[in-house]
C-alpha cells in the first residue's frame, strides 16, 4: 500500500528551465511533507520541507506547492542546473500515531547541458 | 558528508546466514533510523531508535532486530537471510524523534544475498 506516490520514475530537463517533480498521497493524515535528494553511492539529503498549514515554501531555487484538496504536492527548480541531477524522494508523516516518515520511490532528474 | 557513518560499505553473504550492519550517529543525535531499499523501490522504514529506547516500527521483518547502545550507535541483525533481502541499507540520525526533525541519511551499506 503505496501512501506516497511518485508516478514519474525519471525526467530529463533543459539546463536553465524549469524542473517540476509531482508527488501524490492517500493518507490525509498526513501534515508534514519533504523533498529529499540523492547522488548515486550517497545518502539522501534534506532539500525542502512544507507544513500542511502552508501552501507553498521556497528555498532559493526550490519551491515546493502544496495542494491538500488533491493531495499533491510538486517540487519546482528554477533554473534547473546539471548539478541538480539526482534521484528526487518524496516523504510524508503524520503528527499523531506512528511518527514515521513515509517516502515515495523517487524520481529521477537528469538536467541536460 | 553527513556525520553519520556505516559499516561495512558493502556486504556479500549467502542465504541463511546472519549479518550485523553498523550506524554511527552524527554527534548529538538521539535518534537512528533504519531503513531499507531494494531495487525499484522507495525507502522502507524499518524501525527507530531513541536514545536507546525502540521509538517506532515500520515494516521489519521478525528474523531482523536493531538495538541502539549507550554510546548511541546502533545496529540492525538480519538473520536467516533471503535473496529477497539483497538491499541498500540506510541509516539516519536526527537530534529529536519527531518526525520533524531532519533525518541525515549515512552512505547506506549494501547487502547482496547469494
Known amino acids: ?113 | 558528508d553527513s556525520g553519520v557513518t556505516q559499516t561495512p560499505k558493502h556486504l556479500i553473504t549467502a542465504t541463511g546466514q546472519r549479518v550485523t550492519l553498523r550506524c554511527s550517529p552524527r554527534s548529538g543525535d538521539l535518534s537512528v533510523y533504519w531503513y531499507q531499499q531494494s531495487l525499484d523501490q522507495g525507502l522502507q522504514f524499518l524501525i527507530q531508535y531513541y536514545n536507546g529506547e525502540e521509538r517506532a516500527k515500520g515494516n521489519i521483518l521478525e528474523r531482523f532486530s536493531a538495538q541502539q547502545f549507550p554510546d548511541l550507535h546502533s545496529e540492525l541483525n538480519l538473520s536467516s537471510l533471503e535473496l529477497g533481502d539483497s538491499a541498500l541499507y540506510f541509516c539516519a540520525s536526527s537530534v529529536g524523534y519527531s518526525p520533524y526533525n531532519e533525518q541525515f541519511f549515512g552512505p547506506g551499506t549494501r547487502l547482496t544475498v547469494l
Not at chain 1, 5 to 33: A, H, W
Not at chain 1, 37 to 52: V, W
Not at chain 1, 72 to 96: E, K, N
Open chain 1, 1 to 113: 500500500d503505496q501512501q506516497v506516490k511518485q508516478n514519474s520514475p525519471s525526467l530529463s530537463v533543459q539546463e536553465g528551465r524549469i524542473s517540476i517533480l509531482n508527488c501524490d498521497y492517500t493518507n490525509s493524515m498526513f501534515d508534514y511533507f519533504l523533498w529529499y535528494k540523492k547522488y548515486p553511492a550517497e545518502g539522501p539529503t534534506f532539500l525542502i520541507s512544507i507544513s500542511s498549514i502552508k501552501d507553498k515554501n521556497e528555498d532559493g531555487r526550490f519551491t515546493v506547492f502544496l495542494n491538500k484538496s488533491a493531495k499533491h504536492l510538486s517540487l519546482h527548480i528554477v533554473p534547473s542546473q546539471p548539478g541538480d541531477s539526482a534521484v528526487y524522494f518524496c516523504a510524508a508523516s503524520a503528527s499523531g500515531g506512528y511518527q514515521k516518515v513515509t517516502f515515495g520511490i523517487g524520481t529521477k532528474l537528469q538536467v541536460i547541458p
